[in-house]
């Protein structure tokens, strides 16, 4: 844990690259946690504007209209308020699955999102990123949402680059 209470996730090597593993203990139900995962509304307060159809095979777009990025992929693996996989990527990128689950736990839930890259590609600024939105996340489901932390992605990249070495 650092000093303002973020605890870093975790960086290793795979086979074809990198896997990030990042977790959140949030207070609030799984139910809660999955709506942001998947509903409309609720991605662009979090992440960006898009659509996730809930299914396996789904349509997943999501559109970074500041930068340019369009992220257009299908659901790859699928259980209602418990599993959502696709890749972060469009069609002709590399494969950059995102796994996101959910388990009630206590009066709240516990969120885990592991991100594969592939070799060549920055896995601690891809980590960082997420580390801010996981962030902006919570803010959401405390119905006060927030820009992008900054200071949180700068400090984030810092502790996985060391992670990667």
Do not use: N
């Not at 844990?1 to 609030?28: K, N, Q, V």
């Not at 992220?71 to 590399?94: C, K, M, N």
């Not at 996101?100 to 969120?111: D, F």
Request: net charge negative; glycine share 10%; charged share 25%.
């Amino acid at each position: 844990m650092t000093d303002d209470g973020w605890t870093p996730g975790r960086i290793t090597r795979s086979d074809s690259g990198f896997e990030g593993h990042l977790e959140r203990e949030l207070a609030h139900p799984a139910a809660a946690v999955w709506a942001m995962l998947t509903e409309p509304a609720s991605l662009a307060q979090w992440l960006a504007p898009g659509s996730i159809e809930q299914r396996e095979g789904g349509a997943v777009r999501i559109d970074f209209a500041d930068s340019g990025t369009v992220i257009d992929s299908r659901v790859t693996a699928f259980a209602p308020q418990r599993l959502l996989e696709y890749s972060w990527s469009s069609p002709g990128q590399p494969q950059r699955p995102l796994r996101w689950e959910v388990q009630p736990q206590g009066g709240g839930s516990r969120l885990s999102l592991r991100v594969r890259l592939p070799e060549g590609e920055d896995p601690a600024k891809a980590c960082a990123g997420f580390e801010g939105h996981l962030e902006m996340l919570a803010a959401a489901l405390e119905g006060v949402p927030i820009k992008f932390p900054f200071d949180l992605f700068v400090q984030a990249r810092k502790v996985y680059g060391e992670q990667v070495g």
